[in-house]
């Protein structure tokens, strides 16, 4: 009997099939998913803001990218990951609000894309996909039996990355 293991947000968990892994309504937010194909071993996070050494109160690792995603990556390999087998897909970072500024401090969501981006670059885990950035919110289920993250956005049609 399966389960949807559930990742609030700020929040992070990992994954075995026959299990899959949800998070619902990223908009500025981005849920990354890592996976190592080989020991169908996933997990996700659920990252509100970029940079943990910004904030004052950041003791919520998953909260951040930059904490968020080395979190998720120690748990991974706790449970049997390989480290070097690791590959990332990654949604959200949508810009949910119109502004008509160039303040980069409410452009979250491409800041938080970037950050993500950056991180997982940095420590040379490759994306094979990603849906990010457009002004709609997501929810993410992702099935680490066959590596497809589903993507539903409500008015769209859902699609597989």
């Known amino acids: 009997m399966s389960q949807v293991i559930k990742v609030g947000m700020a929040d992070l968990n990992i994954c075995l099939p026959p299990d899959t892994i949800t998070t ?6 981005v849920g990354i998913v890592l996976y190592d194909p080989g020991k169908k071993i996933s997990g996700m996070v659920h990252v509100m803001l970029p940079d943990s050494t910004k904030i004052k109160n950041n003791e919520n690792i998953a909260k951040f990218a930059d904490t968020g995603i080395l979190e998720l990556i120690k748990r991974m390999v706790a449970v049997g990951a390989s480290r070097a087998s690791l590959v990332a897909k990654i949604a959200g970072g ?3 609000f119109a502004f008509k500024t160039n303040n980069d401090m409410l452009r979250v969501g491409g800041r938080n894309v970037e950050a993500v981006k950056q991180i997982l670059n940095d420590l040379k885990i490759p994306i094979l996909a990603e849906d990010t950035g457009e002004n709609y919110g997501r929810t993410i289920v992702f099935d680490p039996k066959n590596g497809e993250l589903m993507i539903k956005s409500v008015g769209k049609i859902n699609k597989v990355i």
């Open 94 to 96: 949508a810009q949910m």
């Open 24 to 29: 619902l309504g990223l908009g500025s937010c």
